[in-house]
C-alpha cells in the first residue's frame, strides 16, 4: 500500500524486516520442538538461536540468482550458524514458513482492527447519545418520510459494526491457524506435534487440514467480513456526503483550520475524507474477489495465489485500518446543525405527517382505502397548488367533521414519532 495510507502500526507488521524476522522465529521454533521431542541433538536450538543472523539485503542479491525467498533465506540463514544449518528447515517446505508467517501477521493485524472498530464504536455511541432528542427528516428514495431522530442514524452505524466486529472475533479462531504439516501436508517427517508447539507458541491453532498450503478459503471469509465492515464505513460516509450537500447542510465531516477544499475556489468544504473512504470500500470488495479466486488451485497447491497476496493481504489490512480511523475522526470532530434539519423537517408544510392523519381517520371508523384517497388528494393540492398541508386537514370538510382541531394540531406534533425509540436504544446496547 502507498505511504499516504499506511499507518505506521499497521504497515510494520507487513515489512520486509518483520517477515523475515517471523521466519526466522518459526524455524527457531520448529528447532525447539524438534529438540523436545528428541529429533535433534540437545542443544541444537538454543545454539542456533544465539548464532542465527539474517540479512535482508543479502537474502535479496541470493534471490536474483535462486529465484525463490525461502531459499534464500535459509541460505543466508545457515552462514551464521556452520555445523547446525543441517537442521534448519528439515523436514520443512516453503509454504509451512509462508503461511504460518502469513497468519501470524493476520493474527496481529487483526489486534489492531479489534482496537480501532472499539474506538470507532464508542464514538458513534457518543454521538447516538448526543443526538437521540435531535429531530430530522428520515428519507427513502431521498424523499422526505417522517419524523427521525438524528440519534438513530449513529444507532444503524453502531449497530452493523458491533455485529461485524462480533463476527470477526468469533471467526477469527477458525481463521488464524498455522501449518507445519511438510510438503504435502502429511507430516511424513516429523509428528504433528512440532506444529502443534509452533502454533501455540504463536497464538495460532494448528490447522486441522492442510496440504502444502493453508486452504484459502479462510483468507476468502476474512476478506467477505473486511468487505463487509468496509461496506458499512461506506454506507455512513455516503449519508455524510449527501448530509453535506448545500442543498441539505444537515451535517459536515471537520474541516480544519488552513485545510483547502479546492485549488480554485476557496469557498469549497468538500467531504474528501468521506469520499476517500467510499473509495478505498471499493479496493477492499475488489481484493475480496481475488482471495475468492485463491481457493481455487491445482491439487495439493500451486503458487497462482502466491503472487497476488502478496499485495492484497497486506494492502486491505492496512487499508481497513485507515478507513476505519478516518471515520472515527469523521464521528468525532463532525460538526451537526439541527437548526436546518427543522427546516426541513418542516418543509411542505407537514407532509411527513400524512401516514399518522391517515391512522387517525381509520380510528375513527373511515376505510382505509378511502382514507388513504382523501389524505393523499390533500397532500397533492399541497404539492401542486402550494400551501400547508396542515392548513388543507384543519380546512376540509371530511376531515374536520371527524377530527377536533385539537385532535388535528396533536398530529402534526413531531415529539410523537421519538416515542419508542428508548427501546430501540435499549435493544442496540446504547443506553
Known amino acids: 500500500m502507498i505511504e499516504r495510507y499506511t499507518p505506521e502500526d499497521i504497515g510494520v507488521i507487513f515489512?520486509?524486516?518483520?517477515?523475515?524476522?517471523?521466519?526466522?522465529?518459526?524455524e527457531l521454533l520448529v528447532l525447539e520442538a524438534q529438540e523436545k521431542l528428541k529429533l535433534i541433538p540437545s542443544g541444537t536450538a538454543q545454539r542456533v538461536r544465539s548464532k542465527a543472523k539474517i540479512s535482508i539485503p543479502q537474502i535479496k542479491k541470493i534471490e536474483e540468482k535462486t529465484h525463490h525467498d525461502i531459499v534464500s533465506f535459509v541460505l543466508n540463514l545457515s552462514e551464521s550458524i556452520g555445523d547446525d544449518k543441517q537442521y534448519v528447515h528439515q523436514g520443512l517446505t516453503s509454504s509451512?514458513?509462508?503461511?504460518?508467517?502469513?497468519?501470524?501477521?493476520?493474527?496481529?493485524?487483526?489486534?489492531?482492527?479489534f482496537v480501532d472498530l472499539e474506538d470507532l464504536l464508542r464514538e458513534a455511541k457518543k454521538k447516538a447519545k448526543k443526538y437521540k432528542d435531535t429531530l430530522c427528516v428520515a428519507r427513502t428514495h431521498g424523499v422526505h418520510a417522517e419524523v427521525y431522530s438524528f440519534g438513530l442514524k449513529f444507532v444503524f452505524f453502531y449497530d452493523e459494526l458491533k455485529r461485524e466486529l462480533?463476527?470477526?472475533?468469533?471467526?477469527?479462531?477458525?481463521?488464524?491457524?498455522?501449518k507445519i504439516s511438510g510438503s504435502v501436508g502429511t507430516f511424513a517427517h516429523f509428528p504433528p506435534k512440532v506444529e502443534e508447539y509452533v502454533c501455540k507458541k504463536l497464538g495460532l491453532h494448528a490447522a486441522s487440514f492442510s496440504t502444502q498450503i493453508v486452504p484459502r478459503e479462510r483468507i476468502a471469509l476474512l476478506f467477505s467480513l473486511f468487505s463487509l465492515v468496509a461496506s458499512s464505513l461506506e454506507r455512513f460516509a455516503t449519508e455524510v456526503r449527501h448530509l453535506q450537500k448545500t442543498e441539505t447542510a444537515e451535517a459536515e465531516e471537520p474541516f480544519y483550520s488552513g485545510q483547502k477544499g479546492s485549488s480554485s475556489m476557496p469557498h469549497k468544504r468538500n467531504p474528501i475524507l468521506c469520499e476517500r473512504i467510499c473509495g478505498l470500500a471499493r479496493l477492499v470488495r475488489g481484493n475480496m474477489?481475488?482471495?475468492?479466486?485463491?481457493?481455487?488451485?491445482w491439487h495439493e497447491r500451486d503458487i497462482s495465489h502466491s503472487s497476488?497476496?502478496?499485495?492484497?493481504?497486506?494492502?486491505?489490512?492496512?487499508?481497513?485500518?485507515?478507513m476505519i480511523r478516518k471515520m472515527a475522526e469523521v464521528v468525532k470532530n463532525m460538526k451537526a446543525h439541527p437548526e436546518a434539519m427543522m427546516a426541513h423537517l418542516n418543509l411542505g408544510?407537514?407532509?411527513?405527517y400524512s401516514q399518522r392523519l391517515l391512522l387517525e381517520l381509520t380510528k375513527k371508523g373511515v376505510g382505509r382505502p378511502k382514507a388513504y384517497d382523501l389524505v393523499q388528494?390533500?397532500?397533492l393540492e399541497a404539492i401542486n397548488e402550494g400551501g400547508s398541508f396542515q392548513e388543507k386537514a384543519r380546512n376540509n370538510p371530511e376531515v374536520r367533521h371527524l377530527l377536533s382541531a385539537k385532535e388535528i394540531e396533536e398530529i402534526f406534533d413531531p415529539e410523537y414519532y421519538l416515542n419508542n425509540i428508548g427501546h430501540i436504544y435499549k435493544r442496540v446496547g446504547i443506553e
Open 15 to 26: 515489512s520486509e524486516d518483520s517477515k523475515f524476522q517471523r521466519f526466522l522465529e518459526i
Open 96 to 113: 509451512d514458513v509462508l503461511d504460518t508467517t502469513l497468519l501470524w501477521q493476520l493474527k496481529d493485524a487483526l489486534k489492531i482492527i
Open 166 to 178: 462480533d463476527w470477526l472475533k468469533n471467526l477469527s479462531k477458525d481463521i488464524l491457524v498455522g
Open 289 to 297: 474477489m481475488t482471495a475468492f479466486e485463491n481457493i481455487n488451485l
Open 308 to 322: 497476488n497476496e502478496r499485495v492484497i493481504i497486506p494492502d486491505n489490512c492496512i487499508i481497513l485500518v485507515y
Open 349 to 352: 408544510g407537514g407532509l411527513i
Open 377 to 379: 388528494r390533500l397532500a
